[in-house]
C-alpha cells in the first residue's frame, strides 16, 4: 500500500519483507529524487529510501559475533518508462 504525504515527492509505502522465509511487516518513506522526460517519449524517475532492520527478527543468525544485530538497508531505485499520450 501507499500513501502520498504531504511533503512534495514523498510517499509511504507499507508492505512486508521476506528474508529466508521470514515475514517482518515494513514501512518506509521513499522519496522521488528526480524525474525527467527523455527523448523517443520515454520517462525516467528515481528515488531512494532507508530502513533499519534486526537481522535476527528474520532468522540471518550467522557470523552473529561479527556483524551487528542492527543493520542499515539504503535502496536507490532508478526506473524508465513511456511516457503517457498527451491530450
Do not use: C, W
Amino acid at each position: 500500500a501507499s500513501k502520498k504525504l504531504e511533503e512534495m515527492g514523498k510517499y509511504e509505502l507499507t508492505g512486508e519483507l521476506t528474508v529466508l522465509g521470514k515475514k517482518s511487516p515494513l514501512t518506509v518513506v521513499f522519496e522521488l529524487t528526480g524525474q525527467k522526460d527523455l527523448p523517443g517519449g520515454l520517462h525516467r524517475v528515481g528515488g531512494q529510501t532507508s530502513f533499519s532492520l534486526k537481522r535476527s527478527v528474520l532468522g540471518i543468525d550467522n557470523m552473529a559475533d561479527e556483524i551487528a544485530d542492527d543493520v542499515l538497508i539504503m535502496v536507490n531505485l532508478e526506473g524508465q518508462m513511456k511516457a503517457p499520450p498527451m491530450g
